[in-house]
């Protein structure tokens, strides 16, 4: 394959932010990536239901914050009808063949990662960049998916590289911590969602209308 290098960030976005912003940019600068697509989910079984916005607001605010850049708001998710990472990513690999993929993830992920369901094959379906986080560095490198990763992982330029052509593939991408979070936007602002507008959002990556809807709740 050698069509476009595309990084796939997934999360809640409860609500996006400018640290979301600011770790994309930096990941699409140090991976030689084309662009970022934000998989904004429908849910996530790790995380609890009480405060998830509908996916609607979450996405209305990924597409605020994701514009001018080469970063795609999408609730592909919920189109392809997934519950589980695996399936997306497979599904995605099978929908775009003709581009590459490197899963992005942030050091909070990978401390619990290894609760994900077949989280060995996730990690043998594309490459995968870990972004540094603070606070979760110690318990992911300590982690039993970082265990099972390491003999995998690569320097950046390596990454780069060679790796990209080959699943597993590990790189921790290190660069100024951002102390922004979802969950202090929350605490300050519990009904930023309430104000946010929902009318004619568009998928950047399906173009299909996102409507409003229930929060639902997947799994990772």
């Known amino acids: 394959m050698s069509g476009p290098l595309t990084g796939l960030f997934g999360g809640s976005f409860n609500p996006a ?44 605010s ?19 009808g997934t519950r589980f990472t695996i ?6 690999k099978g929908r775009y ?16 990662f290894h609760k994900w369901k077949h989280w060995r094959r996730i990690a043998r379906e594309m490459p995968i960049a870990v972004i540094a986080r603070p606070g979760y560095d110690a318990a992911a490198l300590a982690s039993p998916a970082s265990a099972w990763l390491r ?9 780069v590289s060679g790796a990209m052509r080959s699943a597993p593939a590990l790189t921790i991408l290190r660069f100024d911590p951002d102390s922004r979070s979802a969950s202090a936007i929350r605490a300050a602002d519990p009904h930023w969602a309430r104000r946010i507008s929902t009318a004619a959002l568009r998928d950047a990556v399906t173009h299909r209308r996102i409507e409003s809807a229930p929060v639902w709740r997947g799994k990772p």
Do not use: Y
């Open 17 to 60: 932010h400018g640290g979301h912003r600011r770790v994309s940019l930096f990941a699409l600068d140090a991976l030689g990536l084309g662009e970022v697509w934000w998989l904004v989910s429908p849910g996530n079984v790790l995380k609890p239901v009480e405060g998830m916005a509908p996916l609607s607001a979450r996405f209305a």
């Open 87 to 92: 399936d997306t990513l497979r599904a995605i």
């Open 151 to 159: 003999r995998w992982r690569q320097r950046p330029g390596q990454f």
């Open 97 to 112: 063949p003709k581009r590459r993929f490197v899963w992005i993830m942030g050091a909070d992920n990978l401390a619990q």
């Open 62 to 80: 990924a597409q605020a914050m994701s514009r001018n850049a080469p970063i795609r708001a999408t609730a592909i998710e919920r189109d392809l």
